[in-house]
């Protein structure tokens, strides 16, 4: 990855003469990038995004954006900190002890360097400065979304009509269009609550998608069943929707009524806030009527748009 000596030196040489540092570009090939950004440096305080500078700034052992502090070996090959806790002391390009050398330059050069989000080829064309970037990164409405689907670990992210599909062919979730639902949850063996069925539903309505969750989860000591709705889309938009639950029988009713939550929020998160319906298990098999071992919920709802 790094230059040899004979490399590093012509590019030296060559720096103050623009012309001659020119002829010699084609030798170089790989290194091109590098040693045209180290002339744009002296040109410019801004570095533009066009310039690869950047891969300077790429930590040659784990390849991601090395911010401070930055290491060095003696002979100069950088490293970032996190790798160089983990490489004991010896330069994994060279095998020389390492020490404590920070690299300020290169600490100095990130500074001032402009970078795209790393979301650009999402959608987002902002440019930010290197050391604010990660932080846009972290709210950046085009950063792909995790998988919606609950009671799995399932690792697969990005964006809302990637996964429709994925929840629909990998998990096999209902599709329903429409804005009103009407749905019956049956389960044979209701006291085995931890055994918890994780029942998911996708609604189309108004061109957005949403998620109805359904299952069962121990409340403190309490055995309880819940739903709620999660909105697939930016939690600054979530407050444009509004939903409401219903589920009864032998004339009692429970109703819920609240803002479904961005999937940005994780499943479990919005389960273990209590922000749906709840309904104690008792409370369940009465409404299911029978002989209390079998769950019979029919569960009602709307979706609706806030002017
Ligand atoms: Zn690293
Ligand atoms: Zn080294
Ligand atoms: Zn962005
Ligand atoms: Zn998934």
Known sequence: MAPDGGVCKQVVESHPKHVKYDAGMGKMEKNSTLTK????????????????????????VCASLMYPPIYQCPNGHTL???????????????????????????????????????????????????????????????????????????SI??????????????????????????????????HEVENATWMLTVFNCYGRQFCLHFEAFQLGSAPVYTSFLRFMG???????????????????????????????????????????????RNLALFFSGGNREELKLRVTGRIWKEQ
Request: glycine share 8%; hydrophobic share 25%.
């Open 157 to 190: 992210t990005g964006d809302i009509p990637t996964l429709v599909a994925h929840l629909k062919d990998d998990h096999n979730v209902d599709m329903h269009d429409g804005c009103t639902f009407n749905h019956r949850y049956v389960k044979a063996n209701p």
């Open 234 to 280: 930016e939690d600054s938009e979530e407050k444009k929707f509004s939903y409401s639950l219903e589920v009864g029988g032998y004339g009692r009713k429970l109703t819920w009524q609240g803002v479904p939550r961005s999937i940005r929020d994780s499943h479990r998160k919005v389960r273990d806030s209590l922000d749906g319906l709840i309904i104690p």
């Open 80 to 154: 970032c900190s996190d790798c160089k806790s983990r490489v004991h002391n010896c330069c994994p390009t060279c095998r020389l002890e390492l020490g404590n050398i920070r690299c300020l330059a290169l600490e100095k050069v990130a500074e001032s360097l402009e970078l795209p989000c790393r979301y650009q080829s999402l959608g987002c064309h902002d440019i930010f400065l290197y050391y604010s970037k990660l932080k846009h990164e972290q709210h950046c409405r085009f950063r792909p979304y995790n998988c919606p689907y609950a009671g799995s670990e399932c």
């Open 37 to 60: 950004s180290a002339i744009g440096l002296g040109e410019k305080h801004r570095i533009p995004s066009t310039n690869g500078v950047h891969e300077l700034l790429e930590c040659p």
